[in-house]
DNA sequence: TACCGT
DNA sequence: AACGGT
């Protein structure tokens, strides 16, 4: 593996289980077996690393969503596979990350906040589009208030002091978010089928 | 690995 | 004191 993938993966793993400022850079040139001088030849700074690595991670879920049943092919079937994301990407990751980012690491947290608006709310408003069109959502909702409702709701999440940590856990605050998002904008034909849909998806999954 | 500055 | 950076 190339030297500054290495890197990237290892910070990522690091990252991700431990949030950003209690990795230092001894840690990850420790764990990536190399000196941290290869570390500073990659890049400039702790700083450029962190938006590297999670510039890298956004594009693994871009790419993650993507092989997720597809919006156009079934509104419902791509909610149920949206949940499976929530539960793998909000289960390893250390709930303090995100604030750490936004205080500390502004031109990453810039990044997420561009990755919001190009990416996660296009896909929310695609999905409300198609949802509507086939008559799994209520015609009435206001899909540019709500897709923006969505995505802050998500975000939330990560005030502490809203939500600690120590009493809720970010799976279970992400899909009773979600539940209740979507509870909010079904049709009686939108719920019954997404009903059905999760209980054949757990038939299969036991 | 040792070291310096913050 | 610990950590980013040389």
């Known amino acids: 593996m190339e ?14 289980r431990f949030g950003v400022r209690s990795v230092t850079m001894d840690d ?22 962190v938006f590297d690595t ?17 919006i156009k092919d079934g509104v419902i079937e791509h909610l149920v ?4 994301f929530i539960r793998q990407r909000f ?7 995100m604030n750490e980012i936004q205080r500390y690491f502004p031109q990453c947290w810039q990044l997420f906040e ?4 190009d990416y996660v709310l296009k896909e929310i408003i695609e999905l409300l589009e198609k ?12 899909t540019e208030i709500i897709a923006l409702m969505r995505m802050e709701q998500m975000m939330f999440i990560f005030d502490p002091i809203k939500f600690p940590p120590s009493k809720f856990n970010a799976v279970d605050l992400q899909l009773e978010l979600f539940e209740h998002f979507l ?5 009686e034909k939108g719920r019954e089928a997404y009903l059905k849909q999760k209980n054949q998806y757990n038939e299969n999954h036991n």
């Open 54 to 70: 999670f510039s890298n991670a956004l594009q693994d879920d871009i790419i993650r969503l993507e092989h997720l049943p597809k």
């Open 81 to 84: 596979g949206l949940t499976n």
């Open 91 to 97: 289960g390893d990751m250390n709930p303090m990350i």
């Open 183 to 187: 509870h909010g904008i079904f049709t």
């Open 131 to 142: 949802g509507k069109e086939e008559g799994y959502f209520r015609m009435e909702i206001n």
């Open 28 to 49: 990850i040139a420790r764990l990536a077996g190399i000196s941290k001088k290869t570390i500073y030849q990659e890049f400039s700074d702790k700083n450029q690393l």
């Open 114 to 117: 561009d990755f919001k608006k």
């Open 3 to 16: 030297t500054r993938d290495k890197i990237i993966e290892t910070a990522k793993e690091q990252f991700m």
